[in-house]
C-alpha cells in the first residue's frame, strides 16, 4: 500500500503544472497530488521569510494528503526554502535547482551559462551557487525576467510583443556568449519556443522539470516505493482560489484536460504553519 | 483630537499609492496610514470570495490604526467587496468604481465610454453597471488589460513592448469610436503616457484616484471630521511583505520618496478576519 502513495507537487500557482506534465511521462503510474497556491501566487515578487513559510505550509499540506515524496515544483522556493523543509520532514524533498544545475553543466561545451528565472531566484543566486559547487570555472550569467509569468498566463506565447520583450531580457547573453539557457522557473517552457529563436539555436535550453523527473523516479526508488501499478496513476489537483480562466490557462500549462480540482482555503494552510 | 485621525488606504499592493500621491495633494494636512498587502497580491486574477475576505481584513487593520475612513484604492476590490464592508464598518468607505464612473459621465460628449482593468474588475462589469445606473443611453466598452500591472511595476513606463502591448489590448476601442476611458485599475496611471499616445488626443483619459479624492474630501466634511492641521500631514505605510526592488517600485507610484515603511506579519491580517 505505501508504493501506491502519491507524489506530491507543489507550486505557487499554475506553473508547476509543466512539472507534472514532464513528471507524468516520466512516472505515468505514480498518483500525483498537486497543491497550486493560487490565491498567494506570485512567490517570485515576495520575501525569502514569506517563501519559507509558504512553503513550510504546503508541504505539510501535502503530507496530510499521505504523499510518500514531494516535489518543490517553484524555482523560487526552491532556491529559498529547501534546507527549512529538508529540516523539517523526512519523507524525500525534491527541488529544481540541483538537477536544472546539473543538467546544465552536462549540457555546457564552452562553460558559459545562462540562467533566466523571477526577480527572486535570480537575487538568490541560486544557479549560480549551485553551479559552481560543481565547477568554479564555469561562468554563470543570470538575468531576472519578470514579465515572462505574466506573459505566460496571458497565453502569449508567441505575440510580437514576447518577441519584443524576450529581445530586451536576453540581449546580454549574447554578449556573454553563452551556449546553454536554464529556464529557471516553471513557468517558462510555456515561452521556449520564442526564447529559443531569440536566442538562436546554438544555445541549449534545459528545463528543469525534465531534469528533476529523473531525480523524483531515483529517490522514489532509493527508499523503495516505486509503485507496483501498471495502469495510468490518478491525478488530483488542488487550488487555494479558482481564479478566473483558471481551467483555460491550466490546460495550456498542463498540455491536456485538467479534471479533479478542489479549493483549499487559506485560512487551512496558516492553521498548519 | 477626532479629527487629527488619519484617513486609511489600502490596495493589493503598491499601485494604490498613485490614489495616495492625488489624496496628499488634494487634502495636504490630512495624515495618511497606507496598507498595502504585498504579500497577497495581485488581486486581479483572483476570485471574488477571495477579494471580499482579505478587504475585510485589511479594513479592520486599518480601523486598529485608528482611521476616520477607508479608501479602498484598488478597483477590485471596489468592484467586489464594498457592500460587504459598509454592511460590517460604520466610518466612511470611499471607494474608486463609482467616482471614476461619474467622472466618466461628465466628461463624455458622444456617450460612449471605454474601460480598462484587471480581469477581476472587468469581469465583474463593474464600471458599466455603475454608469448605467445613471445613464442607460450611454455604451460602455470594457477590456482587460492583464499585462498593465506587470509592466507598470517593471518601471517599463515607455518601453517599445508597452507600446505593442497597448496597440493589442486598446485596438477595440479604436472601432468603438470612444472618447473617453477610464483607467479602471490603480497601477495604469503610471502608464497614462503610453496609453494617452496610442488611443490618441481625441480620448480623454479618466483617473479614479483623482476623481475619489473629492469624494473623500466631501465625506470627512460630511462627518465633521476635517483635520484643523495647517502643516504636511505625516504618512506612514504599512505592507504584508517587503520584496525585491520595493522601494524603487512604491516611489515610482508615489512619485517621491518613501519613508516610515514597516511590515505586517500576514498571521495577523488573517487572525483579524
Same sequence: chains 1, 2.
Avoid at 63 to 89: D, G, H, M, Q, Y
Avoid at 121 to 135: G, L, M, P, V
Avoid at 212 to 229: F, H, M, P, Q, Y
Wanted: net charge negative.
Amino acid at each position: 500500500m505505501e508504493k501506491a502513495k502519491p507524489i506530491g507537487v507543489f507550486d505557487s500557482g499554475i506553473g508547476g503544472l509543466t512539472v507534472v506534465r514532464k513528471l507524468s511521462s516520466t512516472l505515468p503510474n505514480e498518483n500525483i497530488v498537486y497543491f497550486g497556491d493560487t490565491a498567494r501566487v506570485p512567490y517570485g515578487s515576495k520575501s525569502n521569510e514569506t517563501v519559507i513559510e509558504y512553503s513550510i505550509q504546503n508541504t505539510k499540506f501535502l503530507i496530510e494528503k499521505n504523499v510518500k515524496a514531494v516535489v518543490v515544483a517553484c524555482n523560487t522556493a526552491s532556491s529559498v526554502a529547501i534546507p527549512e523543509l529538508r529540516k523539517r520532514f523526512s519523507i524525500p524533498i525534491i527541488e529544481m535547482i540541483n538537477p536544472g544545475a546539473t543538467a546544465a553543466l552536462k549540457a555546457t561545451r564552452n562553460n558559459k551559462i545562462g540562467v533566466i528565472g523571477t526577480r527572486a531566484t535570480i537575487n538568490n543566486k541560486a544557479y549560480s551557487k549551485e553551479i559552481k559547487k560543481f565547477n568554479e570555472n564555469v561562468e554563470v550569467f543570470e538575468v531576472a525576467c519578470p514579465l515572462f509569468v505574466p506573459l505566460a498566463e496571458e497565453g502569449w506565447i508567441d505575440h510580437k510583443a514576447t518577441y519584443e520583450i524576450a529581445e530586451e531580457y536576453l540581449k546580454p547573453f549574447k554578449e556573454f556568449g553563452i551556449d546553454t539557457l536554464v529556464l529557471g522557473c516553471t513557468h517558462y517552457p510555456i515561452l521556449a519556443k520564442v526564447i529559443q529563436e531569440v536566442i538562436g539555436d546554438d544555445v541549449m535550453l534545459i528545463d528543469s522539470g525534465v531534469a528533476s523527473s529523473e531525480i523524483v523516479r531515483a529517490e522514489i526508488d532509493r527508499i523503495g516505493l516505486t509503485t507496483n501499478s501498471n495502469t495510468l496513476g490518478n491525478q488530483n489537483f488542488y487550488v487555494s482560489d479558482l481564479p478566473i480562466k483558471f481551467k483555460e490557462i491550466a490546460e495550456l500549462f498542463l498540455g491536456r484536460e485538467i479534471k479533479n480540482v478542489q479549493k483549499v482555503d487559506v485560512e487551512h494552510l496558516v492553521s498548519l504553519g
